[in-house]
């Protein structure tokens, strides 16, 4: 293909942006469910806090993960992570509307149902509660999304680049379109989850096959083979 692109890089660059979206949304959400259960001059807040702590961590976790997969054995590791992500997505797709609807309410902090109130129905919380609640998420979802992202686009550095400058700006501005457009249109998450389980797939076929000396056998559209370090 022209300018040395090929097939292989477009279809990382496509799926770095829709991991990207799926797990901002994903994260935003969090946040707002954590947030939509305070006071509302407490939620503007802690909404902030979050957002700016996932934004820290994706950055911090970028510094490192990206080097730690090129161990060997790692890129297994890695992929059985994503597994367990790919779990709790689905097990987040699975939470009533009513709770995402709540959630996303908070974050835009718009009345989307025309109810009347912003976040009803969400448990009450303390702000200390709320802002605990969103670290410990924001800690494990930005790990999430920076492996997503590395597992994604490896071998291209130029799409892991760009996969991890995007995570960054879709959680400090666009969270809150995001969290919107996904609590309207759900089927955009499930796409993502299967992008994301494929992703988790290729990367233990790919970790095994480095344990096992290069000798597994290809895998079209999911392995097409190794890039072991060249011999000295």
Not at 94 to 123: F, I, K, W, Y
Not at 181 to 199: P, Q, S
Request: charged content about 10%; some cysteine; overall charge neutral.
């Amino acid at each position: 293909m022209p300018f040395g692109i090929d097939a292989s890089f477009i279809s990382s660059f496509l799926q770095v942006i829709m991991i990207d979206l799926v797990l901002a949304g994903d994260n935003a959400v969090v946040i707002g469910l954590a947030a939509a259960g305070l006071p509302k001059g407490m939620r503007g807040r802690a909404i902030l806090i979050g957002i700016a702590v996932a934004t820290v961590m994706r950055i911090g976790f970028a510094l490192v993960t990206t080097q730690l997969l090129a161990f060997t054995g790692l890129l297994l590791a890695g992929g059985l992570l994503l597994l367990w992500v790919c779990w709790k997505m689905y097990e987040e797709l699975r939470v009533p509307s009513s709770e995402h609807l709540a959630a996303a309410e908070a974050v835009t902090g718009q009345d989307l149902n025309a109810s009347g109130t912003v976040g009803e129905g969400a448990p009450r919380k303390t702000l200390r509660q709320a802002v605990t609640q969103i670290i410990v998420a924001d800690v494990s979802m930005s790990l999430d999304n920076v492996l997503a992202v590395a597992g994604a686009a490896q071998h291209h550095p130029e799409v892991l680049i760009f996969g991890l400058i995007l995570s960054v700006a879709l959680m400090g501005i666009a969270s809150a379109f995001i969290a919107r457009l996904l609590n309207r249109h759900r089927w955009i998450a499930w796409i993502g989850l299967v992008i994301i389980l494929y992703v988790a797939a290729r990367m233990i076929y790919e970790g095994a096959d480095q344990l096992l000396g290069y000798t597994l056998p290809h895998i079209p559209l999911v392995y097409s083979g190794p890039h072991a370090p060249a011999a000295s």
